[in-house]
Nanobody, 124 residues
Framework: QVQLVESGGGLVQSGDSLRLTCVAS????????LGWFRQAPGKEREFVGA????????YYPESMRGRFTISRDNAKNTTSLDINSLKPEDSAIYYC?????????????????WGQGTQVTVSS
């Protein structure tokens, strides 16, 4: 049974930094591309970035470049999302997701497994 479990969310101040972590089990982690998404109340799920299992390729949409960094530790079955200079508009539930193809794409439908999410709230 595959499980992805996020942690690290909480209430933070504008300008703070935060690291979210996702621990995976039940899969061959090194063969999965990992994606991070977020969803704010009343909004569609938004792609934050992804880290391919092949060649260490990462992809971030233009709106996420600079403040968001995804890393992975295959030995620990863990992926992390570092967020710097947090803004109130970053408040959302953050999800990690996994898929077997090596393409770090934004399409949420291409990801097979999802975590339950972790809430990030940024106060101004």
């Amino acid at each position: 049974q595959v499980q992805l479990v996020e942690s690290g969310g909480g209430l933070v101040q504008s300008g703070d930094s935060l690291r979210l972590t996702c621990v995976a089990s039940g899969l061959i982690f090194k063969r999965y591309t990992l994606g991070w998404f977020r969803q704010a109340p009343g909004k569609e799920r938004e792609f934050v970035g992804a880290f391919s299992w092949s060649g260490g390729t990462t992809y971030y949409p233009e709106s996420m470049r600079g403040r968001f960094t995804i890393s992975r530790d295959n030995a620990k079955n863990t992926t992390s999302l570092d967020i710097n200079s947090l803004k109130p508009e970053d408040s959302a539930i953050y999800y990690c997701a996994a898929k077997t193809d090596p393409f770090p794409t934004r399409h949420s439908s291409s990801y097979t497994y999802w975590g339950q999410g972790t809430q990030v709230t940024v106060s101004s």
